[in-house]
């Protein structure tokens, strides 16, 4: 544990400057023995998670589904899907979790549903039910081809033929996932009362998934191309500017009555994923002081091939301490993209990076998701053709990675029949390599990521700078990267060398380490010797 103690932080919102752990149900463990995770598992593990010293849990869909993609083509907004228990054991993580001080954050998926929920089973009845425009339907072109050139994220045109209408419906992602229509006033009222019945159950706030896809043009005007083409391509999702199926100039309005609701329970969080190649520009949008949402977070990190100081300078610049601006959230890995572990090693020690993530990450100025074995340091994990479930990484195979591997059951017990995620084989293999960075195994050792991981959060947890303060670059030459945050008279300084050799940087006047990673002090001359991937933070009195 530190040996300082820090200034508490408890006139900000729980959410500001949070640390919040995500839980992907289906692959977290398995309490009845049929290879998928549930909520009976998250239960009994929701200790490990407070033991991290985080501020809360975000659980990845649990809602009733089809899984055609993996709860996120939700079946009934207000059902829990019999394969992760019943609403009893939600409200049983909702007690413990209040109990162990942990918030409780959950998806909602408002841009779109199932082809298997109510409203689109009527909806696409007939042209003139009740809900005929709760779902965005058009007619062919006189040729019989869909109304415009929109393509899918998951691949193919966004949309697909109904006999029993005669018209297209649209779906941005999978076929199975029709799209809601949120123009629609009706629509957003019947989503709000989704929204009000999970807060009344207990829940302290929602992420609010892919959210700058909620509306489209209703003129259904083609997307222009990319001009000269992507610079990489694996769909044809890739070869479009996605002006028209997305990011609507009305969305903004849909999240200011989502706000509405949320203040009316009082601390409530609204989260959001924003995805795109304007997402640092909606991230804004959406988050304006003092009526939106109060954080989003982007694909900075999750896609990034390496990490550099230019893209921590570059992130963390465009967020300044300005109450004209909102609040970020940063996430190195997540369900979504590969393992930060597995893309920003290459070739140095994994352990010393997963740590070196962990120190940055806890540094950053924002509200953090720290998602599931990432406190254990887990690499990718290896998933076979046979053996992919990914709707995406089957069609691309074998030119992307898909998310598979990075959804693999989470190690529990080294010496344990799969780990001790489930008593049979689990929906996804467990990776060879991840047993030996079992909870148990690092629970004996020291010196573990995990560890690491609990002293790297305590620390932040404590300090009012790191979760609250301004921050401010220090000169500093590549890879060496060096920051400070401040608040309340409290000055922390971090700093890590992100290259892959060992590089030397002179500690400021007055500066004093309190954690240290791969890194000598020279206490005749103040300088550090830091490995690659090692850092520290140091108290730097103002």
């Known amino acids: 544990m530190p040996s300082r103690d820090f200034p508490t932080t408890a006139s900000a919102p729980w959410w500001r400057g949070a640390s919040i752990y995500q839980i992907y149900p289906r692959s977290f463990a398995d309490s009845n023995g049929d290879g998928i995770g549930d909520l009976p598992g998250v239960l009994a593990h929701l200790d490990h998670i407070a033991s991290l010293n985080v501020d809360g849990i975000w659980l990845s869909p649990f809602f009733t589904s089809p899984m055609r993609d993996f709860g996120y083509d939700v079946a009934d907004y207000r059902g829990v899907d019999p394969i992760f228990g019943s609403m009893a054991d939600f409200d049983a993580i ?21 082809d298997l929920h109510a409203w689109f089973v009527e909806s696409r009845q007939s042209r003139d039910n009740l809900k005929a ?13 869909p109304p415009n050139n929109w393509q899918a994220v998951f691949g193919g045109p966004c949309w697909t033929w109904d006999a029993r209408r005669q018209q297209y419906y649209l779906h941005n992602f999978l076929p199975s996932q029709p799209q809601l229509n949120l123009h629609n006033p009706a629509v957003q009222d019947a989503i709000l ?28 005007r083609d997307n222009p191309p990319v001009d000269g083409g992507p610079v990489r391509a694996t769909r044809p999702y890739d070869f479009q500017h ?34 795109g190649e304007l997402s640092h520009l909606e991230m804004k949008a959406y988050t304006q002081p003092p009526s939106l949402l109060h954080s989003a977070y982007g694909f900075r990190y999750l896609y990034a091939p390496t990490l550099e100081p230019s893209i921590i300078r570059e992130a963390s610049s465009a967020w300044p301490d300005d109450p004209a601006i909102g609040w ?10 590969p393992r930060a572990i597995s893309r920003w090693a290459q070739g140095r020690n994994e352990a010393t990076t997963a740590k ?18 990432e406190e254990l340091g887990l690499p990718q994990g290896e998933v076979p053709f046979h053996r992919l479930q990914d709707p995406e990484a089957i069609a691309n195979w074998p030119q992307t990675l898909g998310r598979d591997g990075a959804r693999t059951p989470m190690p529990w017990r080294a010496a344990a029949p799969f780990a001790g995620f489930s008593s049979i084989e689990p929906w996804l293999p467990i990776d060879a390599r991840h047993g030996a960075l079992a909870v148990d195994v690092q629970e004996a050792d020291p010196f573990s990521t995990l560890q690491f991981a609990r002293l790297i959060f305590t620390l932040r947890r404590q300090s009012a700078a790191m979760r609250l303060g ?49 890194v000598v002090e020279d206490a005749a ?5 830091l490995a690659p991937h090692g850092g520290l933070i140091a108290d730097w009195p103002v």
Request: hydrophobic letters at 45%.
């Open 356 to 373: 070196c993530a962990l120190l940055l990450l806890c540094c950053l100025r924002g509200s953090l998701i720290l998602y599931q074995g």
């Open 242 to 275: 996605h002006r028209y199926n997305q990011s609507h100039p009305k969305v903004p309005d849909f999240l200011a009555r989502i706000r509405a609701v949320a203040d009316s329970y009082g601390d409530r969080f609204l989260l959001a994923e924003i995805g």
């Open 328 to 337: 970020p959230t940063w996430t190195f890995s997540n369900h979504d993209a």
């Open 470 to 518: 301004s921050m401010e670059f220090l000169e500093a030459p590549e890879p060496i990267l060096a920051f400070t945050r401040q608040a309340a008279g409290e000055r922390v300084l971090c700093v890590v060398n992100l290259g892959a050799e060992n590089a030397r940087w002179r500690l400021p006047n007055g500066a004093k380490a309190i954690l240290g990673l791969q």
């Open 525 to 529: 001359n103040g300088e550090l010797d």
């Open 193 to 220: 009362d989704v929204l009000r019945f999970w807060f009344d159950k207990g829940v302290d706030g929602v992420r609010l998934d892919a959210i700058n896809f909620a509306m489209h043009d209703t003129d259904l």
């Open 94 to 114: 909702i007690s413990k979790a209040h109990d162990l001080g942990l918030k409780v954050i959950i998806d909602q998926v408002y841009c779109h549903t199932s």
């Open 133 to 145: 425009d709760w779902f965005v339907w058009s007619d062919p072109k006189p040729d019989g081809s």
